[in-house]
């Protein structure tokens, strides 16, 4: 009697003892049967109103750089981190324009840690709306961002842009509303915003942060060269697209030096002309040229009735009036500027295309 009840309790213990170890095999605590692979819980998929970016879209990041070797590195994994996050598909565009540092060695480091990451390395030195150009025809995102590679702005700012385009606009510029720059840079710029502001219509107070978002319809259409890249804003305002501005962070350049100098100053002015003049008076230069041979012949004549009024009232002839000269010399310019504006109005209507003409949408 005593042998089967010391038997019955050993067959007891055995079958606690299992089932106890069958419990925290279960908890995940103790793995007793190494070949049995651990069970991996699903990731929880995010809703479709909740996603930032949709399955079906893509982001481009463009990123133009000259000899910022030094920060490529902590920049791309600070863009790896965010882009990420946002659960879509992604791709990085850096354009090398012309380093004469390590900075393409670098980049072909990142792309074979992450191949989402590439570069179009430019033979020389072209200037940033070149390289701009360049990666925006490279780029196959339903939303562009584009940034600088100097570490000073700030890739946590990505999905907020892409959210301001969400809401309906097609271009969001950063306003570094802080900003961490040199006193002549940061002076500078803010006399630009205002000129620029006043001549392009557009209320912006940061037109040259690098930091922007883009809807792909937007960077098709435009043609950037020279300094243009300054004023895309105004651009794609007078080409009729919708643009906003966000405050976003600015961080102190943490290496290098900046480029900017007193040569774009002169450029960046003259490019500005240039923004407005062509986006105003491209496709009706007569208004433009008229408007001054008008003004010049109109001042011209007033100037002739006077003197014959004088004349007929004193008796004096007109030629021994420097005056009179005067005035002729203002129909002759008058007439030059008509006659100009209309030449370039026949050659811009033998030249116009179909294609200049941005459509929003049909139904």
């Not at 840079?185 to 557009?202: E, M, P, Q, R, W």
């Not at 080409?239 to 100098?261: D, I, L, M, Q, W």
């Not at 986006?279 to 009735?305: C, D, E, Q, T, W």
Request: proline share 4%.
């Amino acid at each position: 009697m005593h042998h089967i009840r010391k038997k019955y309790y050993h067959r007891k213990r055995k079958n606690t003892n299992q089932s106890a170890r069958t419990e925290v095999a279960e908890t995940g605590q103790i793995q007793q049967k190494p070949n049995v692979p651990p069970v991996k819980m699903p990731q929880r998929e995010i809703p479709v109103k909740d996603r930032i970016v949709q399955s079906n879209q893509t982001v481009s990041v463009v990123i133009p750089l000259l000899n910022e070797d030094e920060s490529l590195n902590e920049l791309s994994l600070s863009l790896e981190k965010v882009l990420e996050s946002l659960n879509c598909n992604y791709e990085v565009i850096f354009i090398d324009d012309g380093s004469t540092d390590n900075s393409y060695s670098v980049l072909r480091s990142i792309n074979r840690r992450n191949n989402k990451f590439h570069c179009i390395r430019l033979r020389r030195n072209y200037g940033k709306s070149a390289a701009l150009s360049k990666g925006f025809k490279a780029a196959r995102g339903s939303f562009i961002i584009t940034m600088d590679a100097d570490l000073q702005d700030d890739p946590v700012e990505i999905p907020e842009l892409i959210k301001v385009l969400n809401s309906g606009y097609d271009l969001v510029s950063g306003w570094k509303k802080i900003r961490y720059d040199p006193f002549i840079k940061k002076h500078t710029s803010k006399l630009f915003n205002f000129v620029t502001s006043k001549l392009s219509g557009i209320k912006l107070h940061d037109f040259n942060c690098g930091l922007k978002g883009y809807k792909r319809d937007v960077v098709k259409s435009l043609k950037i060269y020279g300094e243009m890249h300054r004023y895309i804003p105004a651009l794609a305002y007078l080409s009729g697209f919708k643009v906003t501005e966000k405050p976003v962070k600015h961080h102190a350049r943490k290496y290098g030096k900046t480029k900017f100098g007193s040569s774009r100053f002169i450029n960046g002015f003259l490019d500005l002309l240039t923004v407005v003049f062509t986006n105003k008076y491209m496709k009706r230069p007569l208004h433009f040229f008229g408007s001054i041979g008008i003004v010049s012949s109109a001042i011209g004549f007033l100037i002739s009735i006077y003197l014959t009024i004088l004349k007929f009232t004193e008796g004096k002839p007109l030629s021994d009036r420097p005056l009179f000269l005067v005035g002729i010399f203002f129909i002759i310019i008058g007439v030059q500027f008509i006659s100009l504006g209309l030449i370039a109005e026949m050659i811009t209507k033998s030249s116009i295309k179909d294609d200049d003409v941005l459509v929003e949408s049909t139904f």
